[in-house]
């Protein structure tokens, strides 16, 4: 038995047999026959159209309504990421005015004893004079 590629069927082929199967006109072997599929796939897909036929007669508001909370969540979360940026940037530009954050009262950096300025200019850096 030769093997040949392995065929991918479009969804609208597999509507079209669907639709066949659930009028009723031929039997599921002359289908499969026709269209040159397995009888158990032409069985597949006549279950998944009619379990989706539910869905499109379905009330659409609680769809609706799903994607509005997820919408609402996403747009929560974006006031708060804006709301957190623009307190950041628009802090006050003057160190020391109230509502600076404490940014005047951060400590101030160790002097190296290396630089030029130090108190024993004198010593190498061994600490040899």
Same mark, same amino acid.
């Given at each position: 038995?030769?093997?040949g590629?392995? *065929? /991918?069927?479009?969804?609208? =082929?597999?509507?079209?047999?669907?639709?066949?199967?659930? /009028?009723?006109?031929?039997?599921?072997?002359?289908?499969?026959?026709?269209?040159?599929?397995? $009888?158990?796939?032409?069985?597949?897909?006549?279950?998944?159209?009619?379990? !989706? +036929?539910?869905?499109? =007669?379905?009330?659409?508001?609680?769809? *609706?309504?799903?994607?509005?909370?997820?919408?609402?969540?996403?747009?929560?979360?974006?006031?708060?990421? +804006?709301?957190?940026? /623009?307190?950041?940037?628009?802090?006050?530009?003057?160190?020391?005015?109230?509502?600076? &954050?404490?940014?005047? &009262?951060? $400590?101030?950096?160790? &002097?190296? $004893?290396?630089?030029?300025? *130090?108190k024993?200019?004198? &010593? !190498?850096?061994? !600490?040899?004079?």
């Amino acid at each position: 038995m030769i093997k040949g590629k392995r *065929r /991918r069927l479009s969804a609208e =082929f597999k509507a079209k047999v669907a639709l066949e199967v659930l /009028r009723g006109k031929a039997i599921l072997a002359e289908l499969a026959t026709r269209f040159e599929v397995h $009888p158990t796939m032409i069985g597949q897909w006549k279950r998944q159209a009619s379990e !989706g +036929l539910v869905e499109v =007669f379905n009330d659409g508001s609680a769809k *609706r309504e799903e994607v509005s909370e997820a919408q609402t969540k996403e747009l929560h979360a974006k006031i708060g990421q +804006l709301t957190i940026e /623009r307190d950041f940037w628009s802090g006050p530009s003057v160190v020391g005015q109230e509502g600076h &954050r404490g940014l005047d &009262r951060l $400590p101030q950096p160790a &002097r190296n $004893p290396l630089q030029p300025g *130090r108190k024993n200019p004198g &010593r !190498g850096m061994l !600490g040899r004079g």
